[in-house]
């Protein structure tokens, strides 16, 4: 088991005493198999036990899903599927990665770009979250989206988009602060097909939705190390506190110390988290997000993609063993 200290952030009061994250476990089996893999997770603010995912690249429609994860959901292993959203003009050329935002709306990282890094059309695309009666059928339906286009900046003038394909990154990891909006890229690897673990910066004060300006992204900090590698996803907590990332093997939670500008939370040492559940499952994971309240980590994977199971996987990291989980 993790121990972590729970601090005061931004002036709030952490409970007294150690937190403790329980082993990974297997909670689900998707209901549905129209998701054989998926990328990203994340959880909703306003429909209480509703997540969203979606494939990775070379879907069909550019749709994301949404399934359920109650108490009676985990008591019989199965995710109950809720339908879908279907992004009309939007396309899934690499989808990676979805994060709630602070305005009711949901975000898709489509920056998957693998070596060597030849993709100038990253984009970010967001809607409106509908509601949906979790108790009720499957749903079908559309919500308007807008995107904008993003870039790394150029190594010699930070100020302009990069122009060579080394001096840009393949990216499975969107965080939205939950708070500001300011939208956050961690990448995972180089041109060079090496481990690259870098924050990049887009505020939300310079973000110009539906134009054909290409946001150049600001650099924020490089986290690269012989353990951290690889990111394919994270996510922050609903108070901006904490961000987890995660790659095949394990996450890794920061946390924000106390009257710190939030930026700064990159510069602290995360905790290690292990996922051995999945990887002894020989699954390859993805998606990673908080739940609602922030107590529990909620992690998908792709489908063994056998023949007779295409269903994607749930597995919980628990955490502290009190209340009632959402």
Request: net charge neutral; proline share 9%; with cysteine.
């Amino acid at each position: 088991m993790l121990t972590l200290i729970m601090t005061t952030w931004l002036g709030a009061t952490a409970p007294a005493g150690p937190v403790t994250y329980a082993g990974e476990q297997l909670a689900a089996l998707s209901e549905t198999a129209l998701v054989p893999e998926s990328s990203g997770v994340a959880a909703s603010p306003r429909n209480p036990g509703v997540y969203w995912t979606h494939n990775d690249s070379g879907s069909e429609r550019p749709r994301v899903y949404a399934f359920r994860l109650s108490a009676e959901d985990r008591a019989r292993k199965i995710a109950k599927h809720l339908g879908y959203v279907e992004l009309p003009g939007a396309s899934n050329k690499d989808w990676e990665d979805i994060a709630a935002g602070p305005d009711g709306r949901f975000y898709i990282l489509d920056g998957g770009d693998n070596p060597p890094c030849k993709r100038t059309e990253k984009r970010i695309i967001r809607f409106a979250e509908p509601r949906i009666d979790a108790g009720g059928p499957p749903v079908a339906l559309t919500a308007k989206s807008e995107s904008i286009r993003f870039e790394y900046p150029d190594p010699e003038d930070p100020s302009r988009p990069a122009g060579r394909d080394e001096d840009r990154f393949d990216a499975e990891c969107l965080l939205v602060h939950p708070k500001s909006g300011d939208l956050f890229i961690v990448t995972k690897r180089s041109s060079r097909n090496t481990p690259a673990v870098r924050v990049y910066k887009r505020p939300v004060s310079k973000v110009s939705w539906d134009s054909e300006r290409v946001h150049v992204l600001e650099f924020v900090a490089d986290l690269s190390s012989l353990a951290m590698n690889m990111v394919t996803g994270g996510d922050v907590d609903r108070e901006g506190r904490r961000v987890v990332l995660r790659n095949y093997w394990s996450a890794f939670e920061y946390t924000l110390l106390a009257g710190r500008p939030f930026d700064d939370i990159f510069r602290q040492k995360p905790r290690t988290i292990p996922l051995a559940a999945e990887v002894g499952s020989l699954l390859q994971g993805e998606g990673i997000c908080y739940t609602t309240n922030g107590r529990d980590l909620v992690i998908t994977t792709e489908s063994p993609r056998g023949p007779a199971d295409e269903r994607f996987r749930v597995f919980v990291v628990p955490g502290p063993a009190v209340g009632t989980r959402p």
